[in-house]
């Protein structure tokens, strides 16, 4: 979701996805993938650009601004489908097909 008020790095969003996709509800991808298409993924999405000044436990880490993780069923259109998908919906992720 986004909020200019909020950050999240990379590595939390790579165990989120990794939680999410383990679960069965998206097509889980290794690590290396996963990062080399979050970019374009944030980007497309949210137009949030990755960071390299995000800062965790007194140190900096690459991440992204602007945005958080929402666990409250947070819907996705698809450009592909015009359907809504929803985590945990069992439907193909499109927004990793980048």
Do not use: C
Request: aromatic share 10%; hydrophobic share 40%; proline share 6%.
């Amino acid at each position: 979701m986004w909020d200019p008020t909020t950050d999240v790095t990379s590595a939390e969003l790579w165990r989120f996805f990794a939680e999410v996709a383990a679960s069965g509800e998206v097509r889980p991808l290794p690590k290396a993938e996963f990062l080399r298409r979050l970019p374009a993924v944030m980007a497309r999405l949210f137009g949030s650009l990755k960071s390299h000044n995000i800062v965790r436990a007194g140190h900096r880490v690459r991440g992204f601004r602007g945005v958080d993780i929402r666990l409250d069923g947070y819907e996705l259109e698809s450009e592909s489908e015009g359907e809504p998908k929803t985590i945990g919906s069992q439907k193909p992720n499109h927004a990793w097909d980048v």
